[in-house]
């Protein structure tokens, strides 16, 4: 069985993934966790969209099992399939 390893932004100093927030018919805010394809993608996001963060920012790796997890702990809406790191393009699945 193959095995697709994702790859996640997290925070150093408070363990914090990076997500997206879009807000809902009710009026809240989802949070939906950025996922990259390749660990240069995500690299890539920091260099251009957070490098006076990237000091901050540490980049992981999560099988679809570790991903269900942190769906479910976290509370996301669903996940943010980072497509083009440089734009950025992002496909929206919950």
Do not use: C
């Not at 879009?22 to 920091?46: K, M, N, R, T």
């Amino acid at each position: 069985m193959l095995l697709q390893i994702n790859y996640l932004i997290r925070s150093k100093k408070d363990g914090k993934y990076l997500v997206a927030r879009l807000p809902e018919q009710s009026g809240q805010e989802a949070s939906y966790l950025l996922v990259f394809q390749h660990d240069y993608d995500a690299l890539s996001y920091i260099n251009t969209h957070g490098k006076e963060f990237s000091d901050r920012l540490t980049v992981e790796t999560a099988s679809p099992t570790q991903l269900k997890g942190l769906m479910q702990r976290w509370d996301y809406a669903g996940f943010g399939i980072v497509k083009d790191p440089m734009l950025p393009d992002i496909q929206f699945v919950s």
